[in-house]
């Protein structure tokens, strides 16, 4: 059996977002929490919870657990390419409301298809 002491260690493989803490002052926005839990899990438990942390788009198993807990499902992420789609997507319709011509529009169109395959727009 392994300890996880979801405050301060994640699985092997799986980042931290203390780790990955880019922006110092995100501790301060964020809310502290006042308990500490330390699950026991074995190594298939653990391999389920990594699987199940990378289908939903989740770093942090604490975050994972929480989510879990407090609503009974955890929040599906969207990757950055769905962002850079959605955003393409706007900017296809700014552009058929402004009557921009056919060529402009194909252009654009084929940008989302081609990040739609993994390319960038």
């Given at each position: 059996?392994?300890d996880i002491?979801l ?6 493989g ?7 803490n ?6 301060n926005r ?7 839990i330390?699950i026991r899990?074995n190594q ?9 942390m990378?289908?939903a788009?989740y770093?942090?198993?604490?975050a994972?657990?929480r989510?879990s807990?407090?609503?009974g499902?955890v ?5 950055s ?11 296809l319709a ?5 009557d921009r011509?056919k060529s402009d529009?194909l252009?654009k169109?084929?940008a989302i ?9």
């Open positions: 059996m392994s002491d405050a301060t260690h994640i699985p092997s799986v980042a931290c977002c203390s780790a990955n880019k922006n110092k002052n995100r501790w964020m809310e502290r929490k006042d308990s500490r330390t899990l298939s438990e653990i391999d389920q919870l990594k699987s199940k990378a289908d788009g770093t942090s198993a604490g994972f657990i989510d807990v407090a609503t499902r929040k599906p992420k969207i990757s390419n769905i962002v850079v789609i959605a955003k393409e997507l706007a900017t700014g552009m058929i409301k402004g011509p529009l252009d169109v084929r298809a081609s990040a739609n395959a993994g390319g960038v727009v």
